[in-house]
């Protein structure tokens, strides 16, 4: 969940609407491409559709109902590179990651128990996220505030097994 595998830079061309070399730093994620597809090609998009058209945001414009955090979840719990099965959530400022330490079933992680640890990281003095701040008693109430937003944005993404 690391800033280096989730800034991915989207580049998108259509003079006719979008003016040229803007930059965003709204949170947009790879669920917004079919909305966004669908918005450009004058189809409607379902309701049951996981994502937002990106199109105001392309214009240069902030849609006010627009997100300000992401839920992430890696399930291949020890399956790449050992990396423990974890979740969490990020917005413009703060990162908090939830190591929960079992594989839970999913297929391709290996079933083996690690111990769960947290992760706070202050994006704006970090950005490199080399300083684990979740114990720190500053962050006390970040912490609080970001483990609610884990909540709220994990329960419309459970799978249903």
Known sequence: MYEASMRIPLLVRYPREI??????????LNVDFA???????????PDDIQG??????????????WRTSMYYRYWMHLAHFNIPAHYGVRTECYKLIYYYGEALGSGGAIDRSTPPEWELFDLEKDSHEMQNVYAD?????????????????????????
């Open 137 to 161: 008693p500053a962050y006390a109430g970040i912490v609080v505030e970001l483990k609610a937003e884990v909540v709220a944005e994990r329960l419309p993404n459970l799978n249903p097994l």
């Open 52 to 65: 937002s058209s990106l199109r105001t945001s392309l214009a240069g414009e902030t849609p006010a109902d």
């Open 35 to 45: 909305p966004t597809l669908l918005d450009y090609a004058g189809i409607a998009i």
């Open 19 to 28: 003016p040229g070399a803007g930059v965003s730093d709204q949170i947009a």
